[in-house]
């Protein structure tokens, strides 16, 4: 049961990546910066960051189905990992977002905006470090 409601939450992770992708697509000038540190730039032309990261989305994403393939019996697991990629497509959105206020012509104070970036990040670690835990914890009630 519960992995069913973790697929259903990861399909609508998934399209929200997809519709982000699409409006960040269409809202980014002709270079994208990625990064830039006193006078180094990385740019990178709107078509090759669209591939890039619509290929890295892509293969965290069919992990789902490779996982679910190999671990058959293990519902909890699965569940665990689809919630897992979850949070990664909550962090996919959150940068989308991100490189796409930085390169628009608007001022924006990034200072505001620290506690969402390193909060998707933590969401992520401590989904990651949580599956020992509910390992122990069911293994604990089964007995």
Known sequence: MMFKLFRAVWFFSLLGVLGAMLYVYADLPENVIVRQEGV???LLARDIFFYIV???VTIVNVLVFIISAFFKQEQSFKAWFTGLIVTLNFFFIVGLFL???YNSDERF???RIGFVIY???GLIVVW???WPFIKFFTNKKSN
């Open 40 to 42: 180094e730039t990385v």
């Open 54 to 56: 619509l290929g890295l």
């Open 99 to 101: 490189i796409n206020a």
């Open 109 to 111: 104070d990034f200072s």
């Open 119 to 121: 909060g998707s990040v």
């Open 128 to 130: 990651a470090i949580s």
